[in-house]
């Protein structure tokens, strides 16, 4: 049973808006938020009672985000470079243990250097927690191309944050210790 | 990748919260505001019976109008902001700007991506187009671009208004059209150009010259989320001396009560 813009707008948009803020910060999430759900509204109509509507609405955010590219990237190796993170400098006392904060820095700097589709459908995954066939539909893809490209971003990262394979071998041999 | 970089790339902003319902609130009104649309090239015709009585009706209905409406109504033209042709991202960017550049809690909160072009006027040999963009405040934000400034207006603000001022000419004289020379003393400088806006109660922009003319600049209105006038005039070569210059612009209401006073010098 298809469900109304307001039911819709009550489930998604605060998760959504949730993911435009970690890509890009406080500030453009509300803009593409609103923006997301201004062409949603205005296209309402006509969409396919049938069709999901999660995946729809992460692909006008996908089509949104791509003019935020550049932005997103250059906030990434912001904080690499300086260790202080542009999208969440503004909330309070954010306390992140030290190594967790190292790790956290070559992620950002793994994230900056990924191909921008990559990184879309990277984050679609692990964030906006969107399978693999959500988002072949939401960035119109075939679901095999979600699925190689999803697995080369993660061998990638992978070769990225943990080149000989350090990090597994020390999480699993030292197990990080919780602070006093 | 591993299942400890996962966990990384999981955790990685996880403290990002999701927005409050105060927010939701404001992106819904936004979102769901009632827009004007403009049906093109579409023309349903109804059958010759009622056309006929659709006619009659509408004579009757334009009689009242006629009857009950101030002339000033009639003429104005109002652009359905919807329906205008929306910004190049290179333009959204200046719109985006404005919210960045403002000290914490005094964002404009332009929404860069609904900025649409409202108009082209050129003056100074130069063309320039109005950009507006609607603005989650109430209020709006508009540019001359490329070249000259803009700024952002609330509802409450019934004129608000941008200029660039020139050193006067003796009259007779030809107008400076280079740099400021250093020598400008400080009030001996006149205005080339005034731009701005007028929300309702304001009707009408009276610029008013130092020798007692007036003139009223052409408004273009926009509709809702906008609802606002907007006018540009390019101050004429003898009005930029010494002795005749802009001394103030004023906006009036439909009954032709003085709404707002700005002089110039401010």
Request: proline share 8%; charged share 20%.
């Amino acid at each position: 049973m298809s469900r109304s813009f307001d039911e819709v707008f009550e489930a998604e948009f605060r998760p959504l808006h949730r993911y435009l803020r970690r890509r890009l910060g406080t500030e453009a999430a509300e803009d593409l938020a609103a923006e997301t759900f201004t062409v949603a509204y205005r296209n309402w109509a006509r969409l396919d009672p049938a069709r999901p509507v999660r995946p729809w609405l992460y692909g006008i955010a996908a089509n949104l985000l791509r003019h935020h590219w550049r932005a997103e990237r250059r906030m990434l190796r912001a904080y690499a470079r300086t260790g202080v993170d542009p999208v969440v400098e503004d909330l309070d006392a954010v306390v992140i243990r030290a190594d967790a904060h190292a790790l956290r820095r070559d992620l950002a700097q793994a994230l900056a250097s990924l191909r921008p589709a990559d990184r879309e459908i990277l984050l679609l995954h692990a964030w906006a927690e969107l399978s693999d066939s959500e988002i072949a539909t939401a960035l119109s893809l075939p679901v095999g191309t979600v699925k190689s490209r999803l697995h080369r971003t993660h061998e990638r990262l992978r070769n990225q944050l943990d080149p000989h394979g350090q990090t597994t071998v020390k999480a699993s041999s030292t197990p990080a210790k919780e602070p006093r | 990748m591993t299942d400890h970089d996962l966990q990384t790339l999981l955790d990685f902003r996880s403290e990002v919260p999701e927005p409050d319902e105060e927010t939701a609130r404001r992106v819904y009104s936004l979102v769901t505001a009632p827009r004007v649309r403009r049906r093109r090239g579409l023309r349903l015709q109804p059958p010759v019976r009622s056309r006929l009585v659709l006619t009659i009706a509408a004579a009757g209905a334009v009689a009242v109008v006629l009857a009950a409406t101030p002339a000033w109504a009639l003429v104005r033209d109002v652009l359905p902001f919807w329906n205008q042709p929306s910004a190049p991202s290179s333009v959204q960017v200046q719109f985006s700007s404005l919210n960045r550049g403002a000290p914490a809690g005094m964002s404009p909160q332009a929404v860069s991506g609904e900025t649409r072009q409202v108009e082209q006027v050129t003056f100074g040999g130069r063309t320039r187009t109005l950009w507006v963009s609607p603005a989650k405040n109430g209020g709006f934000c508009y540019l001359w671009l490329p070249d000259l400034p803009g700024g952002c207006s609330t509802p409450t603000q019934h004129l608000a208004w941008v200029a660039e001022s020139v050193p006067a000419h003796e009259p007779g004289q030809p107008a400076q059209t280079t740099g400021i020379p250093e020598s400008t003393p400080p009030g001996h400088f006149v205005l080339d150009w005034v731009a701005g806006d007028i929300t309702s109660p304001a009707n009408d922009v009276v610029i008013r010259f130092s020798d007692g003319s007036s003139t009223h600049p052409q408004i273009t209105w926009v509709s809702a989320p906008i609802s606002a006038g907007f006018f540009a005039y390019a101050v004429p070569n003898d009005k930029q001396s010494s002795t005749n210059h802009v001394t103030a612009v004023e906006s009036f209401d439909s009954h032709g009560a003085l709404v707002t006073e700005q002089s110039f010098p401010k």
